[in-house]
């Protein structure tokens, strides 16, 4: 999110400070400025905000001024909302919110004669176009930069619909089955049941909260506009948005929580920079209200804050008065809440809260406000009391063990995707049948979780010779995965390959070729440190193109035996690495997989 | 060496013995300048002084036993003599080295470089994983594993993501196939971060808690330099009576300092995650330029290294569905998690992530 520092000093004319000690200041609150522009003399600098999901309320520019009000205790400007008088309308616009549990308040102002064209800057504090200008967004029509400007400045959704296409009144309601809507986009949808919509009498206007419909669009022929601010319930326009693939910045807000208060008054900005271009407001602001709504966001319930939480959370200052009563107050006033006070013995507060700040429900959320406001970096380093001994995982000793003795024997530690393809998997699972699909794979060949290591080691092998690279010997200690897409089984297995030549060095003899026999050995070897008795090995003699599998179970002589020599095995390997010159006389690789017991 | 019998001795005179005693010691130098090495002079005892069938075994019965009882002494005096001077012989052959020619034909070259088996390398995020792991084991911080197939409820509901919460929609994860039909909770999926041990730590014991949580972890996000579906977490949980914010800031402080060493500051900003509140980012002074500024930090002077925060008390009322101890008013915790691949590619220059994962012999042998 774009964020311009002289549209912050509208609303902040004192702010005494110079745009990069705001954006620092602001940061340590955890309004995070990540970069920052200088857009030359008398435009102040552009911010490039990341705002945390729960601070809905600063992802405009009027939320992060508010912010900035609270750090240097200045008094913030109120948003310009003075309307010219409206003339009467013969009967009040009609509104009616049929479905009360998914909108709580509904705004509708009527506008008559408006000309659509070019937004006019309508100064003092909408420069529409210099902002625009400056925060690159691009100027569409005023009806169309009215509603951005209102969103850009103070996060509030609105909509303005060609009031000459709307029949009847609004209302507000769920979908009927079957019903259809063209939205802005130009998509034709099929609503569902479940969906909120914004309807006339006779049909959908729009998506509430997500999009507007396309035959109620703003046009150059429009003359008489409706502007809608409203307030809509979180899950109802989240699961809207999701079944029609949808993600607006009006979902975004109203996902995450509006502010109930904020819909008049962006209806007014909005209105403001239409009737700029000519018109008249027709009758007062329509504003449909539900009691229980309104009781949950603006009048909700005060939260009971005692300063004994406060410090058993917090801990220790670097400042010796540690958070004092006052401090708390202090904090949480600058912030919009109102404070009560219980008694002087054992501080404690009824805190009632900002409209605007649907975030905080519970004590730990104030407690999180005096922390970030007060300052992270003003609480001192302790170190809590050491607790009880360090308990040792039991098989920990064994995979260190393990992975200690194959590094002594020249293997280099591979991590290797935890997927791999159905063809792959039917290939090596030690359980057949035993593979689980995902149900939303990155590809085909990551369509499953993998049954056995080998195949990412073989790969592995294989990508190092299509690098050119002759010697390998890699081996992984991972978790593999079976059973079924009802009940997943996880164990952690071992697996090692080699190819090529020995890693010895020596100035005496020659290098030899790493033979079935020094797999065997190294198989052995693991064998013996694992504790439990592994519940399969399987060793791969693979020319690479052509793996032979070899399973032996529990203990006793490794039965090596052929388990597939059909082309599938050739082309479940080669297809994923194909490299030059390795068709007829493939090198031999070996690979071995232990799929142990260590861990249950 | 044969085992040559000696000659029938028919005449006892004194030029007859001379001659037949000197052949002897002549025979007895020549065969212990012909001897090379240890086992030559085992032979050459044996032949010459073994007891039933040696030389001298063999003289002392066919010469001395069979002469006239005149001759006897003339022929005790020349084997007493003999004996001695192959007693003499076997001790010189016994003590001298090997010969030069022995030395020239086992002869090696001691300078040329020693034969060694190369050892392999330890993977760089194992390594990274193990060397956050023992700073927190020096804390007393046990550590926890735990399965990468997960329920929804572990990984999500239990962390304080509610079912349909926008906080979801930060973590695309990756799911098992057919699920659809099960409750929400108990839908299977690929782990999105090493958390829901956490959970199951705390439903296993009572507080007190610390342990530290390494693990492969899986997002559904496209590969790019420095992301990738798969990536590992080091985690951590410290929950007891009395744990404050400002125990995280000096936990995590102090194993910054000893990861890092012990000139780097850190700081803490204001963040959100669904599971701790207060919530809180940490940075650490840029590693290579000591903070003053460079490419690496992007001349900040500061490099952000993990998440942490307070455990949310909507996560102890979840655990204390199972373990009534955790109740959010009478204990208090923290959490902090930080990526591996991210501390590892800083630590070691490592600008593709893909390359932990693509098994290149010569990228991970650079970390032997």
Known sequence: ?600 | MTNETIPDLLEFNDSALDKAFTALEKRAGDDAAALRDSDGAEAFRLNWLGRKQGILTEVSGRWLKGAPPESKKAVGERFKKLKDLVERLLEEASSAGPSDAALAAEAIDITLPGSRRLTGAEHPITRTMNEITSVFAALGYSVGVGPEVETDFYNFECMNFPPGHPARDTQDTLVIANQERRPLRDRLLLRTHTSPVQMRTMESQPPPVRIVIPGKVHRNDAQDATHSPIFHQVEGLCVDTNITFSDLKGTLDHAMKALFGSSVKTRFFPSFFPFTEPSADVQISCIFCGGKGCRKCKQSGWIELLGCGMVDPAVFAFAAEKQPAYDPKKISGFAFGMGVERIAMMKYGISEIGQFYAGDMRFLGQFA
């Open chain 1, 1 to 600: 999110m774009n964020i311009l520092t002289k549209w912050l000093r509208s609303y902040l004319p004192e702010l005494p400070v110079s745009d990069t000690q705001l954006a620092e200041d602001l940061t340590l609150r955890g309004i995070a400025v990540e970069g920052i522009y200088d857009l030359g003399p008398g435009n102040g600098s552009l911010y490039e905000m990341d705002i945390t999901t729960n601070r809905v309320d600063a992802m405009n520019h009027y939320g992060i001024a508010r912010e900035a009000a609270t750090i240097y205790g200045l008094q913030l400007n109120p948003l310009e909302v003075a309307l010219p008088a409206a003339g009467p309308a013969t009967q009040p616009f009609s509104v009616r919110i049929e479905a009360e549990d998914a909108c709580g308040r509904f705004t509708a102002r009527v506008l008559r004669g408006t000309t659509i064209g070019d937004s006019r800057d309508w100064f003092p504090s909408a420069e529409v176009s210099t902002y625009f200008g400056l925060v690159g967004q691009k100027q569409i029509s005023n009806a169309v930069d009215a509603t951005n400007f209102a969103w850009l400045a103070m996060g509030q959704p609105t909509h303005a619909f060609d009031l000459d296409k709307i029949e009847g009144g609004i209302i507000v309601r769920r979908a009927r089955k079957g019903e259809r809507l063209k939205t802005l986009d130009g998509i034709e949808r099929t609503l569902d049941p479940e969906d909120l919509i914004i309807a006339d009498h006779v049909k959908p206007l729009g998506l509430a909260g997500v999009m507007g419909g396309w035959d109620t669009m703003i046009t150059s022929a429009t003359t008489n506009v409706l502007v809608e601010a409203a307030w809509f319930e979180p899950m109802a326009v989240r699961r809207t948005a999701r079944r029609h693939g949808l993600h607006t910045d009006a979902s975004h807000r109203f996902e995450r929580g509006a502010d109930f208060n904020a819909a008049p008054v962006a209806s007014a900005i909005v209105s403001r920079i239409l009737l700029a271009n000519g018109g008249n407001l027709e009758g007062d602001l329509v504003d449909v209200r539900i009691p229980s709504w309104e009781s949950r966001t603006v009048h909700r319930q005060p939260i009971t804050l005692a300063l004994s939480e406060v410090h058993r959370i917090l801990g220790v200052t670097i400042d010796k008065d540690g958070i004092t009563a006052a401090a708390v107050e202090a904090l949480l006033t600058s912030l919009g809440c109102q404070l009560t006070s219980h008694s002087a013995q054992a501080p404690a507060w009824q805190v009632a809260l900002p409209s605007w700040r649907l975030d905080l429900e519970r004590e730990i959320d104030l407690i999180e406000e005096v922390a970030r406001v007060y300052g992270y970096n003003r609480f001192a380093n302790t170190l809590p009391s050491f607790g009880e001994g360090v308990k040792a995982l039991p098989w920990a000793e064994a995979e260190s063990a393990v992975r200690r003795t194959l590094l002594a024997a020249g293997f280099h530690e591979a991590i290797t995707s935890t997927f791999c393809s159905a063809i792959e998997a039917s290939l090596t699972a030690p359980l057949p049948g035993q593979v689980v699909p995902l149900g939303n794979p990155l590809s085909e060949e990551a369509g499953v979780l993998r049954p056995s290591l080998v195949p990412g080691i073989l790969n592995a092998v294989a990508g190092n010779l299509h690098r050119d690279v002759a010697d390998v010997r890699l081996f992984e200690l991972g978790t593999v995965f079976s059973g079924t897409t009802e009940k997943v089984d996880e164990r952690q297995a071992l697996a090692f390959a080699a190819l090529g030549l020995l890693s010895e060095e020596s100035s005496l003899h020659p290098a030899r070729a790493f033979e079935f026999h020094d797999l065997k050995g190294a198989v052995a070897a693991a064998r013996a440190l694992l504790s439990g008795t592994p519940a399969a090995i399987a060793i791969c003699l693979a020319p690479v193109l052509l793996p032979i599998l070899a399973i032996a179970s529990g203990v006793g002589p490794m039965n090596v035996r052929p388990l597939s020599l059909h082309a599938a095995a050739n082309a479940a390997f080669s297809a994923r690495n194909p490299y030059p010159g390795c068709t007829a006389s493939a090198p031999e690789a070996f690979a071995a997989s232990i799929s142990a017991s260590m861990r249950r």
